[in-house]
């Protein structure tokens, strides 16, 4: 799902002691189904029932924090918000920097994404993906020109208006621009790439990793995670 390569991080950053008495969720608020902004002005989707529903079991009092893709893990490492719950790919990359409970999602499939009859090339063309993603990763070693952008969304626009042959993303936020699109778009291939999407914390919060978890867990067990999933992706995703 989203998200790999992340840039030196300064080494001066420091983590903020483990648990205080409320938990901040921090989330993008621009990846549907994954998390996004509502009519109501609050974070919804996917994400914010997952969390919600740990949150709960766990009997943390949680609350929810916005802040944008390109600099999400160094403001969980400044102490901005203390997880990452924002369609974030478990990676061996992002492991050295932070830490991550087990996935809540399981792997899910990447799409290129084109206009339709454009015949795009996805091996030597010109691809967009949003910084600091697996998809951005994946197109850098393919021989494909990257394009980065800082949002999803304008990883779409650039196919829209031809400044990219082809974008790359996940594929549950693509299928909702392909489908929006009137026929415009089409997806053009399929890859799988990450190893499910799971909750970021920094390496000092050993407990809080740990309840999490627990509830992770809880949910898996009950069912009521691939509920949540069906409810938000649909019948054919990969559940547990």
Request: glycine share 10%; hydrophobic share 45%.
């Amino acid at each position: 799902m989203k998200k790999a390569l992340i840039g030196a991080l300064a080494a001066g950053l420091f983590a903020v002691p483990a648990l205080a008495d409320t938990v901040r969720m921090g989330t993008e608020g621009a990846y549907p189904p994954y998390n996004f902004i509502n009519d109501d002005g609050e974070v919804d989707g996917y994400e914010r029932e997952v969390g919600d529903l740990l949150c709960e079991i766990a009997k943390l009092d949680c609350t929810w924090v916005k802040n944008d893709w390109d600099s999400i893990i160094p403001n969980l490492v400044g102490g901005n918000y203390d997880t990452i719950i924002a369609g974030m790919s478990i990676t061996a990359e992002r492991d050295e920097v932070i830490d991550f409970t087990q996935a809540y999602l399981p792997p899910d499939p990447s799409f290129y994404v084109a206009m339709a009859g454009a015949d795009a090339n996805v091996i030597n063309g010109i691809v967009a993906a949003q910084t600091n993603t697996i998809q951005a990763g994946e197109v850098a070693k393919s021989g494909a020109t990257l394009v980065e952008f800082a949002s999803p969304d304008e990883t779409v626009a650039a196919v829209m208006n031809g400044e990219a042959d082809a974008v790359l993303a996940d594929g549950a936020f693509l299928q909702e621009a392909v489908d929006a699109s009137n026929g415009e778009l089409v997806i053009v291939e399929k890859v799988l790439l990450g190893g499910g999407i799971g909750i970021g914390v920094r390496e000092s919060d050993g407990e809080l990793k740990a309840q999490f978890n627990a509830a992770i867990d809880t949910i898996k067990a009950d069912g009521r995670l691939n509920t949540l999933i069906v409810k938000w992706f649909s019948e054919e995703q990969a559940v547990y």
